[in-house]
Each structure stands twice: as structure tokens, then as C-alpha cells.
């Protein structure tokens, strides 16, 4: 790569830091987590991060073959960027740097939390151990976005779109969602600010594998 910077140290974990260590690098990952998006798409979940800065690190990721930029078909036909299969094995060590990030103090931040790091919240506050034997489909529903949630057998994949079928639907707002998540508010104190549709008992427990600890 000759625009990244290098540490030039064989370690594989320093080899891994020359693709991924530099600011924003790991933040457009997160971005890609759950589908592609367009340019236009990570500046507007990115926006401390400059154009030139943005556009840099995605030419920096893609020669490091983490990311790919592809067309999409009719109608759309916009170029996007996506995660490589290899970029997606990334997914695991976010969750487990979320989840040692919630053990650092809290620092104050004028920023509003964006959906994807919601949705990435949503893996790193889950108990897999709470999941052991369910099966199932959830539909998230958060207005414009729409996200498919699989759990199967402790293990929960998540991406951008709606399922063909689902077992249960939850539809509510990004605040709402967030009160869940993060906040660890009871489904029955915010029953007035969300929908249920399906198997209630499915997504209860999905909502009870969640921790703020």
C-alpha cells in the first residue's frame, strides 16, 4: 500500500494495524457491517471525517483488499462499497472492542449515535449464552432502515433489509430502539412507543439476552 503509513514489523498484529490502524479505517468498517453503501451513505454516517480523509481510507482498504467497490444492477445502478469475505471475519473483533469499550469512562459527546452503531450496540451488549437453542428471524423495523436479525443457537447475524419470513416483527423509532439497547429499558415501559408483530415470546428473549452490565 503506498499511501498508508507502515510500522514495518513482521507481527501479524502489526501487519493487521497497517490496514486497519489508521483513523476512520475501522469506523467504515463498522459502517459496512450490515450491507453496502454509497459514497454519500458513509459521509453522512461519518461526518467528522473529511472527504479527503474518507476517500484516502477507502482507497487505502480497498488495495488492502478489505473492502470492494462494485455497480449495483437497475434501478439504482450506483456505485457502492462493501465488505470483502475477508473484511467481514472484522465483525467478531468490533464486537469484542465494543464491548471492552463499554468499560472505559464515559467521555461527553454532542454526536448522536448512528444506526449502524446501534445496530452493531445490539451484538456487543447481547448474552449468547441467553440465545442457546432459539432459532429464529427477527424484523427490525426503525423507519427508513430495515434490518434482518438471525439467532441461531447463540450465534446472531445481521444484516440490512427484510427477511422473506420472520418469526416476530419489532417496529419503533431510533430513540425507542436505543432505550433497549443501550439503556436497558424494559419492553413494558416503552410499550406505547413500539409495535410487536408474531412471536412475542421470541422477541422477549432476544430483548432479555441483552445486558448493560
Known sequence: MTTARTY??????????????????????????????RYSDLQSGLPGASPTVLSQRLRDLEEGQVIQRRKLGPPTRAWV??????????EPILVNLGRWGRRTPARQTTMTLGIDSLILALECHLDPAMLQGLDATLLLDLGEDLFTIRAVDGDLAIQRGE????????????????????EGRPINELDGRLETTGDRETLHRLLDALTTA
Open 163 to 182: 427477511p422473506t419470513h420472520w418469526n416476530a416483527a419489532l417496529r419503533t423509532d431510533v430513540a425507542t430502539f436505543k432505550a433497549l439497547v443501550i
Open 8 to 37: 514495518g514489523d513482521p507481527c501479524a498484529a502489526a501487519r493487521a494495524l497497517d490496514l486497519i490502524g489508521e483513523r476512520w479505517a475501522l469506523m467504515i468498517v463498522r459502517e459496512l457491517l450490515f450491507g453496502p453503501k
Open 81 to 90: 462499497y462493501e465488505l470483502t469475505d475477508w473484511g467481514h471475519q472484522l
